[in-house]
Structure formats: structure tokens, C-alpha cells
């Protein structure tokens, strides 16, 4: 216990001067991750797009106390589905997130909003998702719990009891986690204890970032560039078909109105 305190308070008196950070985590059924709005919350503005489906890895980049932090906000998965049901597109850009933050991020976020209901099903969905990163992802991950509503430490802990899968993820990652109230923006002081984590980790780490094949990111970069340019051809081939359809129904539709357009305008069928 006081090996752990002393690592925790040399983390506090020597924060880390950067700190890069992936968000992972999914959606069930209408509830959604909430992870964009956590990397809003984190960076202390609106630049991660919270209106739509994160389709691409993005990376952002802003000052949080005296702290350069990069934050990559990921495509979500389906907490109740499994790697292979998910696009390919969608696998490929959760692998890509870990190159959008060289030389590799420090920690993940694994962002479950508080009001999700963990089934046993849902752990063969982690376990398959992390494994899309090729590392030791858990050693690396703090559960980063949101809600938008304020909770006490006990109604957090009470929930805790109460899902095993939520004691599994958390025995899987150290037991550690983060409570975040995304709807007070107010509050900075969360941010603050959260990147205190972050720092508390990356010692225990050994002040190690998780490694990443850099020959892998060309390689998917590579990928994805192939899998665009042929999504790319299919929506033109489709384009031409639905054009060509277009045309060939308003050519029927001229040659079967033509008759009645006759006898409108033609003399010989005007009564008189």
C-alpha cells in the first residue's frame, strides 16, 4: 500500500508534460458509448463531432493543465456482437487509432456509460475487440465510467456489486476506473484527477507507452486505401445503373403518354 501511495504522489509531483489517450468502447442497442463526448469533456472543447456515428479515428490535440494531450476518439462496436459481425472498414480504424498518437499511446479509455446493464455475452465482445490492437491492451486501460447525471461513490460501487462483467472488466484492467459526469463541464477538477490516473499508470508501466508495430499502420493505411477506392467503384457503378434505370423509365413513360398527348393537341380529336 505505501509503494502504491508513493507512486501515486511522484506521478502528482512530476505530472507527465504529454499524454496520449485512446478512447474504445461501444453501443447497445440505443444507448450509445458516449465516448466523443467524454474526449470533449476531456480536452475542454467541442472538437470531436457528438451529432453522428464516429465512422474514422480521429485525433485531437489541446492543453490540459500545462499537459499536451492527444486524444483519438474510435468507431464504436456493438457491445452484443462479436469482431466478425462488425465492418471491415470499422475493425481496420479501431487498429489504425493507436497510429494517429506516435510514437503510441499511453493509456485506453474504455468508456461504459453508466446506465449500460453488462451481460455475460458481452465479454467475448471485448475480449475479441481488444484483440484487434495486437498488444496487451488491459495493462494499459483505465474503465472509464460517464454518466450525465451526478453519483456518489457509493451508488457507483453499489453498481459495481451488482454486475459481475463490470468486476471482471475491472479485475482485467487493475480495478482501475475513473467516474466522469459529462453534463458538468464546470467541474475540471475530474479531468485533473483523471489525467493524475493516467500519470499513475504510466509509472506503473514503467513510464512504457503501448508498443505499436509501425510497419502494421502502413500496412492498414494500405488496406483501407484499397477497401475506399473499390466502396469508391461500386457506388459509381451504382450511380450508372440507377441513372441508366432513370432514363429507360422516363422513355417508356414518353412513348405510353404519347398516344393520349395526340389526341389532346391533334385536331381530328377535338369533339365539335
Not at 469482431?83 to 479509455?109: M, R, W, Y
Request: proline letters at 4%.
Amino acid at each position: 500500500m505505501a509503494a502504491s501511495a508513493d507512486i501515486y504522489n511522484s506521478a502528482q509531483i512530476h505530472p507527465a508534460t504529454e499524454l496520449r489517450i485512446v478512447l474504445i468502447g461501444g453501443r447497445y442497442n440505443d444507448l450509445l458509448s458516449g465516448k466523443s463526448s467524454a474526449g470533449n469533456f476531456i480536452l475542454g472543447q467541442n472538437v470531436f463531432d457528438t451529432s453522428r456515428r464516429t465512422a474514422q479515428s480521429e485525433a485531437r490535440q489541446q492543453e490540459v493543465f500545462s499537459r499536451r494531450v492527444t486524444v483519438v476518439d474510435t468507431p464504436g462496436w456493438w457491445w452484443n456482437g462479436l469482431t466478425e459481425e462488425a465492418p471491415k472498414l470499422d475493425q481496420i480504424e479501431i487498429q489504425n487509432s493507436v497510429h494517429l498518437c506516435p510514437p503510441g499511446p499511453h493509456v485506453f479509455l474504455l468508456v461504459i456509460p453508466f446506465g449500460l446493464n453488462l451481460c455475460q455475452d458481452l465479454k467475448s465482445s471485448l475480449k475479441q475487440h481488444l484483440e484487434l490492437f495486437n498488444a496487451d491492451v488491459f495493462s494499459h486501460t483505465i474503465v472509464l465510467i460517464t454518466a450525465v447525471n451526478p453519483y456518489s461513490d457509493e451508488k457507483i460501487e453499489s453498481k459495481i456489486r451488482r454486475s459481475p462483467v463490470l468486476q471482471w472488466i475491472l479485475q482485467q484492467c487493475g480495478n482501475r476506473k475513473h467516474f466522469l459526469n459529462i453534463s458538468n463541464r464546470e467541474d475540471r477538477d475530474q479531468v485533473k484527477k483523471l489525467l493524475e490516473k493516467i500519470e499513475t499508470l504510466i509509472t506503473n508501466n514503467g513510464f512504457r507507452h503501448c508498443s505499436v508495430d509501425r510497419s502494421q499502420g502502413e500496412a492498414l493505411r494500405e488496406e483501407m486505401r484499397d477497401l475506399t477506392e473499390r466502396a469508391s467503384k461500386r457506388f459509381e457503378q451504382v450511380q450508372k445503373q440507377r441513372n441508366k434505370l432513370k432514363l429507360q423509365i422516363e422513355g417508356r413513360l414518353k412513348v405510353s403518354l404519347f398516344p393520349m398527348s395526340y389526341y389532346i393537341t391533334s385536331p381530328a380529336g377535338v369533339c365539335g
